[in-house]
């Protein structure tokens, strides 16, 4: 049977041999109480790679930042978020819901914030206003086409947040992504942020999990609210050893990701009714506008299904990703079915 060609996110990602091995050979114990030997050796591997004093495995990238806002702040603060992002449009509310906060979106160009624009909405307490605690910071940005945020725009708002006295909270659920399309090693990211998290289980595909890096006394309060959250897993070593293997495995191999993501880009950009400028595809992940007098997007994601191709609506287009099971046949086989539909 013809497989589906799936890129309607790299979450989708199937565990490879290596990982199914690892879960079924994996020492385990019980990681609430501490004692599970592959959870410590992948959060021990995880914060040696941020350069971080500690980290945490989580069962998601959204209960990863949650945790981190929650212990960052308390209850009437402020936080800052871009106005696309992620933890503010897609994590179902935990800012207010979790930790009781009140976010202030400021808006950014791919995901840049302007650094004066930061500094003016930081805001001290008064019986009026809430004191802003903490910034979070997206890299890749999912919203702006996997847009990857500069080095200097990251240092710049690091330092309007040292002036101050604010935290600083990277979303780097693909920051693998970033660093491997910009050359900027993982490290020096993550130095401009007090905690930072990523996912395994996306482009890495990892079945689940995400981890959470910080200083060690964060962590510790981390490891609290995660029990607090229901986060707590029990021989959890077994979804830990496909970590590992994300991490020292499957972390080179993304730089194929990008490459079939801008053939794609280039080869559907000059279509008629796309919106889409190629050059500003700089990792895995496409967002593009379509208005086409025949196709209104909902028709159209459903003609590409019924071709047993998978994509995902979202506000004013569509979204494609691509992931280690997106292969070269899956982007020739999208994009002669892109021309088929628009040209015809």
Same mark, same amino acid.
């Given at each position: 049977?013809?497989?589906?060609?799936?890129?309607? @996110?790299?979450?989708?990602? =199937?565990?490879?041999?290596?990982?199914?091995?690892?879960?079924?050979?994996?020492?385990?114990?019980?990681?609430?109480?501490?004692?599970?030997?592959?959870?410590?050796k992948?959060?021990?591997?995880?914060?040696? &790679?941020?350069?971080?004093?500690?980290?945490?495995?989580?069962?998601?990238?959204?209960?990863?930042?949650a945790?981190?806002?929650?212990v960052?702040?308390?209850?009437?603060?402020?936080v800052?978020?871009?106005?696309?992002?992620?933890?503010?449009?897609?994590?179902?509310?935990?800012?207010t819901?979790? @930790?009781?906060?009140?976010?202030r *979106? !400021?808006?950014?160009?791919?995901g840049a914030?302007?650094?004066?624009?930061?500094?003016?909405?930081?805001? @001290?307490?008064?019986?009026?206003?809430? =004191?802003?605690?903490? &910034?979070? !910071?997206?890299?890749?940005?999912?919203?702006?086409?996997?847009?990857?945020v500069? $080095?200097?725009?990251?240092?710049?708002?690091?330092?309007?947040?040292?002036?101050?006295?604010?935290?600083?909270?990277?979303?780097?659920?693909?920051?693998?992504?970033?660093? /491997?399309?910009?050359?900027?090693?993982?490290?020096?990211?993550?130095?401009?942020?007090?905690?930072?998290?990523?996912?395994?289980?996306?482009? /890495?595909?990892? *079945?689940?999990?995400?981890? !959470?890096?910080?200083?060690?006394? #964060? &962590?510790?309060?981390?490891?609290?609210?995660r029990?607090?959250?229901?986060?707590?897993?029990?021989?959890?070593?077994?979804?830990?050893?496909?970590?590992?293997?994300? %991490?020292?495995?499957?972390?080179?191999?993304?730089?194929?990701?990008?490459?079939?993501?801008?053939k794609?880009?280039?080869?559907?950009?000059?279509?008629?009714?796309?919106? %889409?400028?190629?050059?500003?595809?700089?990792?895995?992940?496409?967002? #593009?506008? /379509?208005?086409?007098?025949?196709?209104?997007?909902?028709?159209?994601l459903?003609? $590409?299904?019924? =071709?047993?191709?998978?994509?995902?609506?979202?506000?004013?287009?569509?979204?494609?990703?691509?992931?280690?099971?997106?292969?070269?046949?899956?982007?020739? =086989?999208?994009?002669?079915?892109?021309?088929? /539909?628009?040209?015809?």
């Amino acid at each position: 049977m013809e497989k589906y060609s799936d890129f309607r @996110s790299d979450t989708v990602t =199937r565990p490879t041999e290596a990982m199914r091995r690892a879960m079924a050979e994996a020492e385990v114990g019980d990681d609430v109480l501490g004692d599970d030997p592959t959870v410590h050796k992948l959060e021990a591997l995880a914060a040696e &790679i941020m350069g971080k004093e500690a980290a945490l495995f989580v069962p998601s990238g959204t209960m990863g930042n949650a945790i981190a806002v929650k212990v960052w702040t308390r209850e009437l603060e402020e936080v800052i978020v871009e106005a696309r992002s992620h933890i503010y449009n897609m994590e179902s509310t935990h800012l207010t819901f979790i @930790s009781r906060v009140n976010p202030r *979106p !400021l808006p950014s160009w791919r995901g840049a914030m302007d650094p004066d624009e930061v500094a003016r909405n930081i805001r @001290s307490a008064s019986v009026h206003t809430p =004191r802003t605690s903490l &910034i979070c !910071l997206e890299n890749t940005h999912n919203n702006w086409s996997g847009a990857i945020v500069p $080095l200097n725009n990251l240092k710049a708002i690091r330092e309007v947040a040292d002036r101050y006295g604010v935290k600083v909270h990277l979303d780097g659920a693909r920051i693998f992504n970033a660093s /491997l399309a910009s050359g900027v090693p993982v490290k020096e990211y993550a130095r401009l942020a007090d905690s930072i998290m990523f996912c395994l289980s996306k482009g /890495l595909s990892a *079945p689940v999990g995400s981890m !959470l890096a910080g200083p060690k006394e #964060f &962590i510790d309060q981390a490891r609290r609210v995660r029990k607090a959250l229901g986060g707590g897993m029990r021989q959890a070593g077994v979804l830990a050893a496909c970590g590992i293997i994300a %991490l020292t495995q499957m972390v080179e191999r993304l730089k194929e990701d990008h490459d079939r993501a801008k053939k794609l880009a280039r080869a559907i950009a000059e279509l008629p009714g796309i919106s %889409l400028n190629p050059e500003e595809i700089e990792t895995n992940i496409i967002i #593009f506008g /379509l208005n086409h007098p025949r196709w209104p997007i909902p028709s159209f994601l459903e003609e $590409l299904k019924r =071709r047993r191709i998978l994509a995902l609506p979202v506000t004013g287009g569509i979204r494609f990703v691509t992931h280690k099971d997106i292969d070269d046949d899956d982007v020739d =086989r999208t994009i002669a079915a892109f021309q088929e /539909l628009l040209l015809n």
